[in-house]
């Protein structure tokens, strides 16, 4: 007996979420054993990336120490020029100012007269030379050698996790061992060829000094860039970086201990914001810090950290908080953190959301998306559900409206758009939440009593 009615049942696949936002690279030059970048990306935690959800993800991927097996001296005090040999080949690439890390190594007259960080001149596969000011006299205990970026690495990955409140994982991004100017022009390779793959990079410390750093990072300055650079820098870089929207450039307190990461934090801060309705984003100033020192208060540089605008830890002492909080919270030009982020999150939902109702309403064969009024406001509405949410979510304020040309108005003024399916007539008009900086209390005593 055949059936009275036939049930079809078609599945109509979820929408992913947009993860751009938590998806942050530590960029390494040489501190681990990853393969370094040659271009194109396979797969997100595939050479030349891995993937941390805890910092002891990091130790299993740290570059070792390597044997030195010789070390001389030429030249007299302070312009000494120290030439070390490794035991095998090191692979550094020749070329200067490749930051290497010295230690283990006893001097006849400083013992730890050779020690340090060094900005080293790579001569030949096995040989670097560095140079020192005061005379240590004959190695008489021969050390290691490290890539420098080994130490900051597992110090920017433990600030990370001393920030991370949501559990949110970061990737390193391995360029290979090189000085900063190379490191720039290989990150920018790779950014080029890898869109779309990371919303943050955290930099060397040593890059902020580089003068091919800022006509680099001028170039994520556009509104739909989407690309953030976080870093520290000293005094004589702070104003280098103001305007620049791309950059969020941080100074660590003049009592800092040297193992602290302040850009680290930002960083934690940003990718783990994970918008909701029960985890709204709030402005980034005063947000509270761990694991880095406060600068002095009154301290006499702080008015030029804030005109430059330079992220820097405060003391909460102001509102009986004995926290370390985040003064400033601002990209290089000024804005709060939390206002680029709010904008990228609308650009990338609501472009999700339309692309997946033009994709969807092609593959529906009951209601198809067709190209009249009705079409427009299906799109309408998918723009809008995506503004109603950044409002709940505290990333948009007030109630933002999504405007749709009517189908007559708009193919009438845009016969060509109609033949050719394109219609470019939704916009609305957002701003972003806005939190208190500063309060004015005035109180005004009178001799008469009330």
């Known amino acids: 007996m055949s059936n009275i009615v036939n049930l079809l049942v078609s599945v109509q696949p979820a929408i992913q979420p947009v993860m751009l936002?938590?998806?942050?690279?530590?960029i390494s030059q040489g501190g681990t054993t990853l393969t370094p970048s040659t271009g194109v990306l396979s797969a997100l935690g595939s050479?030349?990336?891995?993937?941390?959800?805890?910092?002891?993800?990091?130790?299993?991927?740290?570059?070792?120490?390597?044997?030195?097996?010789?070390?001389?001296?030429?030249?007299?005090?302070?312009?000494?020029?120290?030439?070390?040999?490794?035991?095998?080949?090191?692979?550094?690439?020749?070329?200067?100012?490749?930051?290497?890390?010295?230690?283990?190594?006893?001097?006849?007259?400083?013992a730890n007269g050779f020690n340090g960080t060094f900005n080293a001149t790579i001569t030949s596969t096995t040989q670097f030379t560095y140079p020192l000011t005061v005379a240590p006299g004959t190695a008489s205990t021969l050390g290691t050698v490290t890539d420098a970026d080994v130490s900051e690495l597992i110090n920017q990955v433990a600030e990370y996790f001393a920030m991370n409140s949501a559990g949110v994982g970061a990737y390193v991004l391995e360029l290979g061992p090189d000085n900063s100017t190379q490191g720039i022009v290989k990150l920018g390779t790779w950014l080029t060829a890898n869109p779309g793959i990371f919303y943050i990079c955290l930099l060397p410390d040593n890059w902020a000094a580089d003068a091919t750093l800022l006509p680099f990072v001028k170039l994520y300055a556009?509104?739909?860039?989407?690309?953030?650079?976080?870093?520290?820098?000293?005094?004589?870089?702070?104003?280098?970086?103001?305007?620049?929207?791309?950059?969020?450039?941080c100074a660590q307190s003049p009592n800092a201990a040297a193992n602290e990461e302040l850009a680290a934090a930002l960083f934690a801060m940003v990718l783990n914001y994970a918008p909701s309705a029960v985890n709204k984003v709030p402005q980034a100033a005063y947000t509270f810090l761990y694991g880095v020192t406060q600068w002095?208060?009154?301290?006499?540089?702080?008015?030029?950290?804030?005109?430059?605008?330079?992220?820097?830890?405060?003391?909460?002492?102001?509102?009986?908080?004995?926290n370390t909080i985040l003064k400033m919270g601002v990209y290089g030009d000024g804005t709060q953190l939390n206002n680029w982020y709010a904008i990228d999150w609308v650009d990338l939902n609501a472009h999700q959301a339309l692309a997946a109702t033009v994709i969807l309403g092609?593959?529906?064969?009951?209601?198809?998306?067709?190209?009249n009024q009705k079409g427009i406001d299906t799109l309408q509405g998918a723009a809008q559900s995506v503004l109603n949410q950044a409002v709940q979510f505290g990333l948009l304020g007030g109630t933002p409206t999504v405007v749709a040309?009517?189908?007559?108005?708009?193919?009438?003024?845009?016969?060509?758009?109609?033949?050719?399916?394109?219609?470019?007539?939704?916009?609305?008009?957002?701003?972003?939440q806005k939190g208190f900086l500063k309060i004015t209390f005035n109180v005004t005593f009178t001799n008469l009593a009330p």
């Not at 000293?234 to 929207?245: E, L, M």
């Not at 092609?362 to 190209?371: A, D, F, K, R, V």
């Open 21 to 26: 936002q938590q998806t942050g690279a530590i």
């Open 47 to 110: 050479a030349p990336t891995a993937f941390l959800s805890q910092p002891s993800d990091l130790t299993a991927i740290l570059a070792g120490a390597q044997t030195i097996s010789a070390i001389t001296t030429s030249g007299t005090a302070p312009n000494i020029t120290v030439t070390v040999t490794t035991a095998a080949a090191h692979g550094y690439p020749v070329e200067a100012g490749v930051p290497l890390t010295m230690a283990g190594t006893v001097g006849s007259i400083v």
């Open 222 to 249: 556009t509104n739909k860039a989407a690309v953030y650079f976080y870093f520290n820098s000293t005094s004589s870089y702070w104003a280098t970086y103001s305007g620049v929207k791309s950059t969020v450039n």
């Open 296 to 322: 002095p208060k009154n301290n006499s540089s702080i008015p030029t950290l804030e005109t430059d605008n330079v992220n820097y830890a405060a003391s909460g002492a102001e509102g009986g908080l004995s």
């Open 362 to 371: 092609s593959n529906n064969t009951i209601n198809p998306l067709y190209y």
């Open 405 to 432: 040309i009517p189908y007559t108005t708009y193919t009438a003024a845009n016969p060509n758009d109609y033949a050719n399916g394109i219609y470019n007539g939704l916009y609305a008009v957002i701003a972003t």
